[in-house]
């Protein structure tokens, strides 16, 4: 079963604007992870955020969390049309006995160019 | 230096026949995991090596699905009897401790089609 849900599943934006993605996910957590991944390709990884941590950025990248509301959001600042691919959210569940990352279903983003 | 490398990149085979798809994690990682992805959908966790403890084969989809991970090295995923709801993009990761904190690293994925 799926553990995050990422909305909006698809997101098309022009270049230069902002993309926002949001992962909602059920279980308690230890971190939440976003990853990337180009059209054919593995994934990439792009940020992690401790359950204790409420903000993290790197680079372009700014995600957020919130533990009450089981909910993160990955901001895309100032988007290019190479940051075209699907976003995944994965979290770790914190009362799991093993570490398996269990993934959303993925936010699809198009920057036009 | 080398990331995960999976072979093949693409497998096509008759239903009812047995494949097996391949995994060569980095060096030196001692996890490892397998997720299958249907096109246009999210991960499905497979299964999860870590050094020598029992593998967690809590995602393994029933009894057809099988892998084992030789040396703590190469891993091998094989699917006995293909169907041809087994047609989808395998995806080996590997990662270099069990840890939450340790993210993972993707191969490109294998896809399989059964026909």
């Known amino acids: 079963s799926q553990q995050g849900e990422e909305d909006p599943q698809a997101l098309s934006i022009q270049e230069g604007e902002n993309a926002t993605m949001n992962c909602s996910y059920k279980?308690?957590?230890?971190?939440l992870q976003w990853y990337r991944q180009n059209s054919g390709r593995g994934l990439v990884h792009l940020i992690l955020i401790r359950s204790n941590e409420r903000e993290k950025h790197s680079g372009r990248l700014r995600v957020t969390l919130d533990t009450s509301k089981k909910s993160s959001s990955l901001l895309i600042t100032a988007s290019r049309a190479a940051d075209t691919a699907s976003y995944f959210c994965a979290t770790g569940p914190l009362m799991d006995s093993s570490y398996k990352l269990i993934f959303g279903s993925g936010t699809r983003l198009l920057v036009r160019p | 230096g080398a990331g995960v490398s999976q072979s093949p990149s693409n497998k096509v085979t008759e239903k009812g026949k047995d494949v097996e798809l391949r995994c060569d994690p980095i060096s030196g990682h001692t996890a490892l995991y397998w997720y299958r992805q249907s096109l246009g959908q999210g991960l499905e966790f497979l299964i999860y090596f870590q050094g020598n403890s029992a593998p967690d084969k809590s995602g393994l989809p029933s009894d057809r699905f099988s892998a084992e991970r030789t040396g703590g090295s190469v891993s091998t995923l094989t699917i006995q009897r293909t169907q041809q709801e087994d047609s989808a993009v395998y995806l080996c990761?590997?990662?270099?401790?069990?840890?939450?904190?340790?993210?993972?690293?993707f191969g490109n994925g294998t896809r399989l089609t059964v026909t």
């Open positions: 990761a590997s990662s270099p401790t069990a840890s939450y904190n340790s993210p993972l690293h």
């Open positions: 279980t308690s957590i230890n971190n």
